[in-house]
């Protein structure tokens, strides 16, 4: 098996407070696992807020490097990559994806201009083929360059807005995208539809996808494998449905009981049973 990304007894602390109540605080504690580079896949990591999740985003996408452990993408381990090429190369093959899109977007500028941005940056290309490249990438989401040119982001919606962040991020040719609560500002009528982007890009373009969020509706529904997080531990991993049906870890269930919906077929059961009782009665 050739590794696209293996993270190995990760940890990150951080040292907060002044100079006389320094306290540390253990954000991430010997997380380990790896992604397989011949079997794209929706690796998603759940847990509550301060769990540890964006920060193993951050490491992995190289903007913050662990206390002990490594994370190597392709081999390469990523907190040695120093001169600006080393660093570009890695970017092209990892992108990320963040919460809000109305952030990623300057209200001043047009979406074009963005796509444009990184089509120049990373593959060094020309007006012609930097717009073709555009209109490919926006293809796989949905879109075409016709209908973004001129654009503004207060012109679009959270979840057009989203789509086209997700096409910026193809267009250098991504092997991992690293997604974090990409749907969490979405309209929940629009979540689905952008989660289920990931798995046409899993599919139909070999990109395996980080999709870090706390809402366990879309991970059932979109995840491969999972891991639970819960201060910093891992304290559940495997197959996403394997996990979120059967939790063995008090929390994972707590998790699980507070936000997944309830069945809806057990649901109808226990309505019949209650309206025959009723009727009975
Ligand atoms: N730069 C930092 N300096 C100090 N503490 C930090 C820093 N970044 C994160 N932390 C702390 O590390 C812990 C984990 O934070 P992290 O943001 O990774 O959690 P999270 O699961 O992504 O939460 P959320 O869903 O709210 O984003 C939290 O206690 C947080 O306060």
């Known amino acids: 098996m050739s590794t696209l990304l293996e993270l190995a007894n990760v940890t990150k602390t951080f040292s907060v407070g002044g100079l006389f109540d320094r306290s540390k605080v253990e954000a991430v504690k010997g997380a380990g696992f790896t992604l ?22 951050r490491m992995i996408l190289g903007n913050e490097s662990p206390t002990s452990g490594t994370i190597r993408f392709m081999g390469e381990d990523v907190a040695g990559l120093r001169s600006r090429r080393q660093r570009l190369a890695f970017m092209a093959r990892v992108q990320p994806i963040f919460q809000n899109p109305f952030e990623a977007f300057n209200p001043l500028t047009t979406l074009d201009y963005y796509l444009y941005a990184t089509a120049r940056r990373f593959l060094q290309v020309d007006k012609a083929e930097a717009d073709e490249a555009m209109d490919r990438a926006l293809g796989h989401v949905g879109l075409s360059l016709a209908e973004v040119k001129g654009r503004y982001s207060h012109e679009l919606s959270g979840g057009q807005l989203q789509r086209i962040a997700v096409a910026r991020a193809l267009i250098p040719g991504p092997k991992l995208i690293v997604a974090d609560e990409p749907v969490s500002m979405v309209d929940a009528s629009l979540r689905m539809s952008i989660v289920n982007l990931f798995r046409t890009l899993r599919d139909e373009l070999g990109v395996s996808i980080i999709y870090i969020t706390h809402d366990l509706a879309t ?58 009782v009723s009727s009975a009665a």
């Not at 397989?36 to 985003?57: L, M, N, Q, W, Y």
């Open 36 to 57: 397989d580079d011949a079997r794209p896949e929706i690796f998603t990591i759940v847990g509550e807020s301060g769990s540890g999740k964006t920060t193993i985003a």
């Open 219 to 276: 991970a059932y529904y979109i995840s491969d494998r999972v891991i639970i997080m819960h201060r910093g531990d891992i304290v559940e991993a495997g197959d996403a449905k394997a996990v979120l049906d059967h939790p063995n870890h008090a929390y994972s269930l707590a998790l699980k009981n507070a936000v997944l919906p309830p069945d809806p077929v057990a649901a109808r059961k226990a309505l019949e049973m209650r309206r025959s």
